[in-house]
């Protein structure tokens, strides 16, 4: 059942990747240079590491029924404690705990609001979205903070064989996978999904589990935007993380999570943040304006979304004959 | 809903007027502090410099109404003023512009209606793919920012309304005329009353036999023609087509719409409300400007407190309401 809910991301992944190599017949190329192993398929890697991490954290979030606007914001108050406080002479160590303790404290709020005060998902964390930037700027004082510092850019440039940025996000996505699949933990996520109320009468923490989620994901969002800031040795409150929420919530969906809980899967999210970065990729190498990116972005959203629907449409209302919805999915796929 | 009318303000009307309070506070805080700042043509500007997020506040408060939302207004107006501005760049009379810019956001908006109601896709994530769609598309258009030099539309956008010791532009009386309309559909018609019925419940509203489904679709046929009209008034505004205008502006509409006292989970509302709530967002940054010193990060911040607090006083109303509800069935 889950590899058929995968099938349709997997193959838009393989179609992709098929299109690049018609472009450009060296794209599966790798080559190990200085002991950095390099080529067009890290490269996808490595800029997708900060989407796949905060996609990761997403995706336990939406799977309790819940989504978390805020992380592009939190990322970019992470770049920003971390390089104001380098910039000020801090050590890069004392900067990056700094941040994600920042972060955590972010997350604590979000999921206060969600789990304790009962508070819409989508609007409680539309405060922090709103006003996050506000004191991201607040805190480089509207400039853009670059530092130079070796230990600080190794989390986002720096390389072990692989780059670390995708060493980091592999290593979250298997504690993740860890904890929530080989204990009960998962399984417990997807009952507050499905249902928070009949979860707690079942004696499922429902409460501590919500919160749990949402300090998790703002770590997650702290961890990339301290990779965001290392990439380029600066912290920009204004762009760092901008729709990174959007990509990583697009993620999520395009690996087949649905957006009303329950039932999650983390490697369609992996498939999902890299099927949205080898898109952009795409764009790059065949060379459109990268501006346009946004056009097969969301030509992509819909077709995946197309695709999931008859199968979801039939089972969500009785009278309507089914072949008329995959009549319609027809034209516009072929459109 | 009762038959007999309570005798003092029904708590639906709390919100709105909470924010209403919020306003004149607001105002007159700025009033004290600034020399000035309590003038008519203040208020006129107020008017004047958010007559586009009205329009689009209106528009936004029908699909929150239907428990919906629309992520893709920003980019629509964004696209609005790309295509205004290409086409008259290309030479097409003002008026026939205009009927372009207007049909392109009503069909967009079909289409994420259509892609919400036929195919079940959430709302969140059709818009989405709606802005990432409107977004793109200005940048087929032009990568660059492209003026606007017609005379005709140049006459329009500049043209003030002398009102007494004020004046006014073209954009508030359109803005105001949309208010008027929102109110008169919303209230006095059977598409209005669908609306707060399918935000309400959708299956009690589909079991009564209301026109749901047409309903679902037809919020984001208006809200799309809405973001379109804005991007118009937008483009009076900024004299320019740019795929980088209005970035983000959906947050801040969302934002007036919660302010003004419209839940999210649809069902309850008003589009006074709404523009209430631009109001005292355009009063924020209008105290923000006269003050100088801070920084215009700062606004951003004081919209996330202000949110807060309503969402806060919200919590409180529906959580008295359910009581008082709760106590009248013993």
Redesign the interface.
Known sequence: MSNRRLLWPALALVALLLLNLVFTPSFFALRLQDGHLFGSLVDILRNGAPTLLIALGMTLVIATRG?DLSVGAVAAIAGAVACTHIADGGGPVTAMALALVLCAVLGLWNGFLVSV????P???T??????????A??LTE?QIVTIDDDVYRQVGAGFLVLPIAILISLAVLGGVALATRRTALGMLVESVGVNPEASRLAGVRARTIIWTVYVFVALCAGVAGLMISSNVSAAD?NNAGLWIE?DA??AV?IGGTS??GGRYSLTGTLLGAVIIQTLTTTVYTIGV?P?????????V??IV??LQ?PR??PA??RAPAPPK?EQ??EEVAVR | MTVIAPPRVPSRFLPVIATFVVFVLTFGAGSVRYEGFASGQIVANLFIDNAFLIVLAVGMTFVILTGG?DLSVGAVVALSTMIAAAALRAGWPAWLTMLAVLATGSVLGLGMGL?IH?????P???T???M??A???C??IS?ESVSIKDPAFRAIATESIPLGDVSITYSVVVALLVVAFAAYVLHLTRFGRTVYAVGGNESSATLMGLAAGRVKVGVYVISGFCSALAGLLFSFYMLSGY?LHAVGME?DV??AV?VGGTL??GGVGYVVGSVVGVLVLGTVQTIISFEGTL?S?????V???L??AF??LQ?LIVHRQRDLQGLSRD
Do not use: H, Y
Not at chain 1, 126 to 135: E, F, H, N
Not at chain 2, 118 to 122: A, D, G, I, S
Not at chain 2, 297 to 301: A, C, F, G, M
């Open positions: 989504i005060v009962g508070i819409q989508i609007i409680a539309l405060v922090l979205m709103t006003a996050g930037r506000g004191i700027m607040l509207g409150a959007l919530i697009l969906v957006l009303a304006p501006e346009v990116t946004l056009v097969f972005k969301a030509v959203v819909i979304c197309l629907a979801v449409a969500l209302r919805a319609e999915v | 939302i892609m036929k195919l079940r896709v959430q969140f994530i059709a989405l793919a709606g990432f769609l977004r793109g598309l940048f087929v990568v795929g947050l969302i934002a919660v999210l989970s920084s990060w700062w606004t951003k911040i919209i996330g407190v949110l807060l969402i806060a919590r």
